[in-house]
Each structure stands twice: as structure tokens, then as C-alpha cells.
């Protein structure tokens, strides 16, 4: 196991394309780091430097204290894991995994080792002797899994490894990721434009628009400490509601108003956000998360009521997801249209008026509401979240939220 | 939906295939059992329809649309790889899309090959294949993310193989490759192939002498001295840069490829000499034989045939004591060698060989037999000494016949693309 770090990395294509810029990254002894990103963010490019497939233009790569900006793939000692995995019919499952290590004349007494250690983690012990064809289709994924495991690499490269599962396969395989990196603790480097698969693997996680790092972090500090308007409309499921609120002042308590809304904001909110009060009078980007409404008749007490006529329900086990609307236009922001620009296209969009934008809330179980219903939410207005409206940057974000 | 490439007027019965029901619980009489398939990552199936025969594979949209453009990408560059004809997409939520290639002519599979080889094991000529085929791709940016001996369909040319990919679910096409691609391409390639090897030995299915690992790591050198060969840059002395330069080139139509364009820079010590490589396959003989004889033919075959061509034109001339244009000779050299010697094959042995390669051995056999016999033969003898001892040999394909297909491939028997174990 190894640390990787890159260090004022560059990669420039013919013509001056530039598809990381000046990328430094720290990724720790067995850390589990997810680079994520829309489509055409760097984020395989950065897999690849790191692999060896793509020459780096500047900067330094380091696999344990080793440089490795020119050695090549085979002499980094990493695993790019089950791309393309072929298991093999006549083999048993402990040749297929094991397969490998004999090509490189590895002692057998070594090989039979690392492959029982393989099949114990993986659960497949009691399959070491069939055939592939004996297996269900997430057994064959984990052995193409232990293939890369009896590698015993110094670190784990995996480029959008799920994409071409099925649904179901997918949800299995990154649950039996999460549980291979609790026990292996091997260094792992995960490139996916899915930020659910992102949120849910990563020890923390590298956020890249166009080639430039947007923020780095641990799950819970990307949702709750969001950098600026980008990575706080990539990263959450659903998106987090915005819009242009004015501040104003009301009976000495600070507001934010939008449409025919109006919340007072706490005053540790604004405590916690330095230079915050100093746009009083003017224009911010307000951004609420749909986990931080609630059906009021549910909500805590204390928190800002807001009313609402509910247009879409979406019944989960545990939530209903409320679509609504408000009576304010969409934020107009290249952040946003960038993340408008990587929206599934089979994303289901309900017509919305002009000046007008659809929000989500998503609240409990245990709520009524009902399509049409009148609604009064209740907000958790301390964790509300405020951007400049020109830059798009974080208004009073503390430097602890951008790890290196 | 169906995309695909026009025209495709051959393709059209497919549109009447159940695509509204999952691939692998079609029930329909084109499709086309094919025996010893090993394990699929998709769900493949084989179709006969209007004397053609395709290969459809289900995957997601995504890679179909992808593997599509691809495989297009490398019909354009003439790079040799299975054709596409379409895809289906849309067939139902959720659904995946089905990819359709056509299937190989007179194509086999490395299994079949190392099953029933014939004149010694075909490892060489299966590693030069497949290293001519990956230097073609990465020449051209092409990185194949999958190289395998079951990712590749091979074609019996003149004594040779010819590689075709398969496969382009994985590939890549770049403006260019770095080294730590094809370095990278390169090594999945030996791992694929020990697997394949292995996989052999243990199914029983490997030839004694065959040593799996000695076999897969032979591929690299082969590919850094086939991408050196071709790639190197050399410095020429003034006398000397003619025929140096004329050398090179002769070198590389010998390794089967065409200079694109020669790059002289003057430097202090001489001049440097960089060749770029045409991507596409040389097909000089293979061109000049259908101008001249109307055959279609691979390039060793073509060049095989060719040279019987200028053996027969040398002999009317002498015969006749007269000039023979070429042309002249050409068309009876068809009608009075060619094709009489392939009439001599029974209809239950058509399906064997590509007519050209059948030709081509033919040639072999009456050179064999004249040596034996210390005079020339002919080629009516040898074609029947060949017809009667050799081609019956010659492995039959692997599937049993598809009734009801018409033209040359309806006599022929499909044999099993190893590659749908893969693709």
C-alpha cells in the first residue's frame, strides 16, 4: 500500500487543451479517494497519469516516495481492477484467479496463499474448485475482484468499474466494494461521474470541473461545505434547491427573501459566515437542501415555515420527495448551467412557467401530502447556504471544507 | 429503433427479428446454433438471413452506440475488424441494445485452430496475426482496452493469418497513443493470452509443446519489433540516402504496410529518416488481382496468384512465340487454370477454404508433387491429387449447416466464433 501524490499536475493535449489543470492531490496510505466529475471534468485523464496510459505535461507523480512521471504502467505496481473481465470456462475459480501470479512464475506455495486469502474476504472459499459457469453473476464479478486482489498491488485503479452492470449487479458490487476496502485498506483510486456512487464509497472525495479541482473532502463535508455553486448543485441526491434571494434586515433580524418567501436566518448562521451580513441590500444565491425541509406538522418546532402547493410525489420507503414550485426564476449562473449542461437527458422534468423554478423537498414517510395539497414545510435554516452571485463562490466558507 | 449504415438492402430481413422480446429467448428459425461457445459476458446470437449470416450481441446503449461508431471508425481506416451493420436501441424501457456485425467469411477461431492444426502449431502464425492487428490499431490511435486471442477471428491467407478484431466494446480511438498505452494495451494482451492458454491445457485442449506463458510473453517482443521496425528513425549519409531510403520502404511492403509519407530533417550528423506508417492494411496485390482477374482475394493470396499469373503469361508467350499483354493473360489464366482447377473441388468440399486460399494450396500441392516426382505436374493433376488427398483433411467448420442460405456462405458450415465468448 502506498500514498499517491500529485503535485501541480498538467496534462495538455495538441491544440492547447488543457484537461487538468495544476492539480495537486493527496491521496493517503489506504485511503478510498473518488474522483468525480460531469462528462469531460479530467477525471479519468487524472486515473490515467496515475496509471501510466497518459503522459503527464507538468508536475509530479509519486507512488510511495517513488517519482513516477516516466516509468511505465507495469513497473507502478497498481491493479486497474475488472475492466473487462474474462473468466475462464475450463479453469476452477481459484486457477482463474490465480492465473496471473503463475505467468509471472510466483512461487506456489505464495500463489495458493494469496488466493485462499482472495477467496476468504471474497466468500468464494467454498467455490475454489468449480467452474465459472457454476456461479451467479455477482459471484463471477468477485472473482474477476480477486484476480486483482492476489496482486497484492500498492494501490487500486478503477475507472467507472460499474457502468456497464445491470442495476442490480451495480448496487451489490458497490456495497461489496465499501466491504473489500473496510477489510484490504488498500489504497484505492475511483474515477465515476455518478456522485451517488461517489457519496456512498469514498473516505473523501476529489470534485473536477473542466480539468480544475473544485473541491476535495470527506462525503459529509462536500453536502454540508460546499466550496461553491458547482459542487453544491454536482454533489447531493436530490440537487439542492436555488435561488436569487435578496438579504434584508427585518426587526433587526437578517432575511432572505424570493418569490413570496421570506426566512429569517439565524443568527449563528451568521456567525459561522464570515462577511455574510456585509451583503445586506443585496443579492446572494441561496441553496437549501430537500433533506433539510420537512412536513411542518413533523418538523422541529423551531424551524422558518414555508408554504408551498405540492405538484409531483415520489413515495420511497423512507421519504416522499415532494416536487413543488416556486414563484422565482432558476438561478442564471455558468455554474448551474454547466450542471443543466450534464443533466440526464431522460431526467423527468415537469413544465415549469417562465419566473418560475422547481424545487424538492423530501420529507417523512409519514407525511400526507398528496399531489395538489397545499403544504407548509418547515426549513432547518441553520444549515442554509449562501454564494456570491458573481463568483458563485461560498460566502463565508472556512478554509477546513477544501482539503489537499 | 434501428441505425445503421447505408446501404445494408441485404440487412433488411432483420427488421422483422422479435426485437421486442429479450435476445436470448428469441425463438426464431434464422437463428443459428453454434457449438463449443464458451462463457459470454453478453448474450450472443447467431443469424442466417438472405444468404448472410451476423452475430448480435446485447449491451447497453451506451456501449452499442460506442462499439458502433467504432467499429465504423475502423471500416474507414481500413483496418481489419468484423463489419458493423447496425444497432437496435430503444426496443423498451430498460432494454438493451442490440449490436449486429456481419459475420466473417471463411473466418476461424484460434480454439479451432489449436483444435485440428494443420502443418504444426499455428502459435507463430497466430502471434504474428495478432501483433500485425494490434500495431495496425495503435498506429492508427486505436487503443483496444481487450486484446485476446477470443477477442480476434482469424482468415487463412497464403500460408498466413490474417487478425480481425472482434470486439470494440472497450476500445478507444485517440489523435494519438502515449507509450503507457500501448505498453498498457500490450500487457492486457499477454495476460488475456496466458488465460486462453491456460484455459486449453485444462480443458485438455492445448497441444503437448505448447508452453502458455513462453507463448504470451513471446508477444511483446513481437510487437516492439514489428512498432520498431516501423516506427524507427534512422540516420542516412548523403551517398548512401537512395538506396537506404528505397530499402526501408521495400522493408515495410515485406511487413505488409505502406509508407504514408517520408520525412527527411537535416541534421549535423546526416540526415534522419522517419517513415509514417499507412494505417491501412497494403492491399497493392490484392487490388492488382482484381483488376486483372476479377478475383477477390487476402494479400498473400493475392500475390500467390499473381505470380501464377506471370508463370502462365511467360508460358503462352513461350508457347506462342508472341508478346501476351497482361490483361489477355490474366483472363485465360481464369479460364483456363483458375477456374477449372476449382471446378475440380466437389461441392461437399467448398466450404472448407476461401476459393483463393484453395487455389493457393493447389499451387503448394503441385509444387510438393512435382518435387516428388522431379518434373512439374501441372496444375490439373495436382488439383485432383489435392481435391482426392488433401482438402478432405482440411478441418470441417465447427457448426452444422444452415439450410436455406444461399451463395457461397450457404454451403458453408459456420464454425465457432470464440470471439462471442468474449464479445
Redesign the interface.
Known sequence: MAQIMLDHVDKS??GGVKAVNDLSLHIRDGEFMVLVGPSGCGKSTVL?MI?????ISSGSIRIGELLVNDL???DRDLAMVF??????????VG??MA??L??R?MPKEEVDRRVADAARILGLEQYLDRK??ALSGGQRQRVAMGRAIVREPQAFLMDEPL??LDAKLRVGMRSSLAQLHEQLKVTTVYATHDQVEAMTLGDRVCVLRDGLRQQVGTPGNLLDHPVNLFVAGFIGSPSMNLVTARLGTDGGQVTASFGAHLLTIPGSVLAARPGLDGYAGREVILGIRPSDFEDARLAEPSWVRMPATVDVTEELSSEIRVIFVINAPPVDHQDTAALAADQDEDEAVIPIAEGKSPWTARVSSRSRVRPGDSIEFGVDTSNLHFFDPGSGHAIGQTSSASSS | MFVFSPPADEAAGLLTLPFSEPLEEWQDERLVEVRQR??S?HVVRFIADSGELYALKSI?E??ARREYRLLRALAELNVPAVEVVGIVVDRWTEADAILVTRFLDYSTTYRALFSTPRGGQPTDSLLDALVELLVRLHLSGFFW??C?L?NTLFRQDAGTLEAYLVDA??SEQH?AL????R??DV?LA???I???L???E??G?LPAGVD??AT?DALQPRYEGLWEELNREETLRPEEQRYRIAERLRRLNELGFDADEVELISAPDGTRLHVRTKVAESGQHSRQLFQQAGISADENQARRLLNDIASFRGYLELRDGAGVSETVAAHRWVQEVYEPALAAVPAGLRDRLAPPEIFHEILEHRWYLSEQAGRDVGTTMAAQSYVDTVLPEVPRPLTTTIEGLTGPRGQQELVDEGAA??A
Not at chain 1, 475492466?83 to 476452477?92: D, F, I, K, V
Open positions: 493535449y495538441a490515467r496509471a501510466g496510459l497518459e503522459e511505465p504502467p507495469k475492466q473487462n473481465y474474462a473468466l475462464y470456462p475450463h479453469m476452477t486457477d482463474n492465473f496471473g503463475k505467468m512464475q465459472p459457469a457502468s456497464n | 464458451g462463457i459476458r447497453s451506451r456501449l482496452g481487450d485476446s477470443s466494446e472497450t489523435p502515449s507509450a503507457g498505452q505498453a498498457w500487457e499477454t495476460e488475456r496466458c488465460g486462453e491456460f484455459d486449453l485444462a480443458g485442449l502458455p506463458v504470451a465468448e468474449e
